[in-house]
């Protein structure tokens, strides 16, 4: 049981520059969702999803994207990176909705040149 | 909408000492509460969360804390700390919020141990 994995640990991106956060959960979560992490911010919610197919936008969804076509994976795409979106990004799933406990992924941390 | 407050982005105890990480809430419906650790380069774990089952709830490492609805508060506490408690903590509310429950993370508090 591998609980929740994401990929890469660390990029290094160019203004503009798109990418993809990987992350999956082996757990048979419904809820998914991805935080950033940075300084004296705590951790704010990018996108979310309660179950395959169903998504919804967070508190600060601007420059990213995602779906849910399983259950086990919930991908993050920046569309077109800014310097702005420098920050280490958390996926966490859990079995129910905001009720339950959360468990989170490592982390990946993303520089935007 | 409901919030979360941390009071105190760094402290500072000395090993032995009583642990106090003070948290307080906003929320129109009774929440759900929660206090997470990370510790260096990794993500977050539970440490305790509150259902409305009891007000003081243990958690793991000798970590509880104690809900106070007349004080809106979650503070976390721990009677002797130790050199590997050194970590960020994060309190959390869950919510109605649209139809759905939504988690806040406060911005944590850094607790730095001393020897």
């Known amino acids: 049981n591998a609980g929740v994995t994401q990929t890469p640990k660390f990029q290094v991106l160019k203004t503009g520059q798109s990418m993809t956060l990987q992350c999956a959960q082996d757990?048979?979560?419904?809820?998914m969702s991805w935080y950033r992490q940075d300084p004296g911010m705590g951790l704010r919610l990018i996108h979310y999803?309660?179950?395959?197919?169903?998504?919804d936008q967070g508190e600060v969804p601007n420059g990213y994207n995602v779906s849910r076509s399983t259950t086990e994976d919930f991908p993050l795409r920046l569309l077109s990176a800014a310097p702005s979106q420098t920050s280490v990004y958390f996926c966490?799933?859990?079995?129910?909705?905001?009720?339950?406990?959360?468990?989170f992924g490592p982390g990946t941390r993303l520089t935007v040149l | 909408a409901q919030s979360v407050t941390q009071l105190g982005s760094h402290v500072s105890v000395s090993e032995g000492a009583l642990v106090l990480l003070r948290c307080n809430y906003s929320s129109s419906v009774p929440p759900y509460l929660f206090w997470y650790v990370q510790y260096p380069n990794q993500g977050l774990q539970l440490l305790l969360k509150y259902t409305s089952a009891a007000t003081l709830v243990k958690g793991i490492n000798g970590f509880e804390a104690e809900f106070k609805k007349s004080e809106t508060s979650f503070h976390l506490t721990k009677p002797s700390a130790h050199m590997r408690d050194a970590a960020e903590y994060f309190c959390?509310?869950?919510?109605?919020?649209?139809?759905?429950?939504?988690?806040?993370f406060g911005t944590g508090t850094r607790l730095k141990v001393l020897a």
């Open positions: 757990m048979n979560h419904e809820y």
């Open positions: 959390a509310v869950s919510a109605p919020d649209s139809g759905t429950y939504k988690y806040i």
């Open positions: 999803s309660v179950g395959a197919g169903i998504t």
């Open positions: 966490a799933s859990s079995e129910d909705s905001g009720t339950d406990t959360q468990y």
